[in-house]
């Protein structure tokens, strides 16, 4: 039977489609997603010429008082993130050393404006798009608003979930534990202001992990502040490494016109706390907001970060990876002897002199 004329055109626009010859749609997704430059996927370019936190001379502000920080911050700690898409970060995983050990974490956050409307999508993200298993994934803005009862599975393969409620209609925050991990919860706090987690990594051959997830509304900054700065100050005084992902509603970037954005830049760098992402994680045609982070007490930690490119809300996502995943450079020294500068004369002049000695 003859292939009609209506049948020859419909092959041919489907071997115009994106997705055409690909075994999974969904490990294609994120690689199609990047090659779109609309508002809500900006062009790579873009990204790379927004602002950056370490572009403008923050640490100016020292001048008022140089006693109270003595401390160049991005000298220690000189942070460059970079924009992802899921497709080029799974370019950077494959460069990434395998071997990893439980004393050295990864993490990713992101804004997910509701798990439950987006948990589908969340999970496809993390699971299929990225394929890439996070020690902990923090959550804000989940609109989980009972404390006692949740009326739908948040549950991730390999994860426990933790999670404080909201009791507004925004925040809430939660937070994904790999399931081989032992923790211990060490608050949980709720109210109008602002939602906080904070758990204690357990690890057997090095010092416990402390890590947190924050969501502020859209109101009572100076509430949100105060609790940061004593609750952080608090936990960094155990010694301990602490990790910090948050959703602050306060644009670092805006620094100059904001007082709450320099008073919050301020406590960051008066606890010794680093930013891991100093670009924009929201970009809506002539808004951008730097108000998602992972901050770190490990100022001297070798760490590889970024932000990765979705569509779950109007946020990016952003990770963090500690210095036991590195990128793979040159090969190691070979664990062999080199005789090439072997010289007998020296051997003996050598022998000679010990002997002499003795």
């Not at 439980?102 to 993200?125: D, Y």
């Not at 990128?327 to 072997?342: C, I, T």
Request: aromatic share 12%; charged share 20%; proline share 4%.
């Amino acid at each position: 039977m003859p292939i009609s004329a209506e049948v020859k055109q419909n092959k041919a626009f489907f071997l115009e489609l994106p997705y055409h010859g690909q075994s999974s749609i969904i490990q294609c997704h994120g690689k199609f997603n990047n090659l779109l430059t609309n508002d809500n996927h900006p062009s790579k370019k873009y990204l790379e010429r927004l602002p950056s936190l370490y572009d403008v001379d923050i640490f100016s502000l020292n001048s008022v008082n140089n006693n109270l920080y003595d401390t160049d911050f991005t000298a220690i700690h000189p942070i460059r993130c970079k924009y992802y898409s899921p497709y080029s970060f799974s370019q950077l995983k494959n460069q990434l050393n395998e071997q990893r050990s439980h004393s050295h974490l990864s993490f990713f956050h992101n804004n997910v404006s509701s798990l439950k409307s987006n948990l589908e999508n969340f999970q496809t993200h993390l699971l299929d798009e990225l394929n890439f298993h996070f020690s902990v994934i923090g959550v804000t803005e989940t609109r989980i608003r009972n404390a006692n009862f949740i009326d739908f599975n948040p549950e991730i393969p390999g994860y426990t979930f933790e999670y404080v409620p909201t009791p507004l209609s925004a925040g809430g925050v939660g937070m994904y534990i790999d399931s081989e991990l032992s923790y211990t919860v060490l608050e949980k706090s709720s109210n109008e202001a602002f939602q906080a987690l904070w758990v204690e990594i357990h690890q057997t051959n090095a010092a416990n992990v402390i890590c947190g997830v924050l969501y502020r509304q859209h109101n009572s900054p100076e509430h949100f502040l105060k609790y940061f700065e004593e609750t952080v100050e608090n936990l960094i005084a155990t010694g301990k490494p602490v990790y910090v992902m948050t959703d602050a509603n306060i644009n670092l970037l805006h620094f100059n016109s904001c007082n709450y954005a320099q008073d919050f830049l301020l406590t960051l760098q008066s606890l010794n706390l680093a930013p891991c992402i100093d670009k924009p994680t929201r970009v809506h045609r002539n808004s951008l907001s730097l108000i998602d982070n992972i901050f770190t007490s490990k100022v001297n930690e070798n760490i590889i970060s970024g932000n990765i490119i979705s569509d779950i809300s109007d946020h990016f996502s952003q990770f963090c990876l500690t210095s036991s995943i590195v990128v793979k450079g040159a090969p190691d020294r070979p664990l062999a002897r080199d005789f090439s500068k072997f010289s007998e004369e020296n051997l003996y002049t050598i022998c000679r002199v010990l002997i002499e000695l003795t």
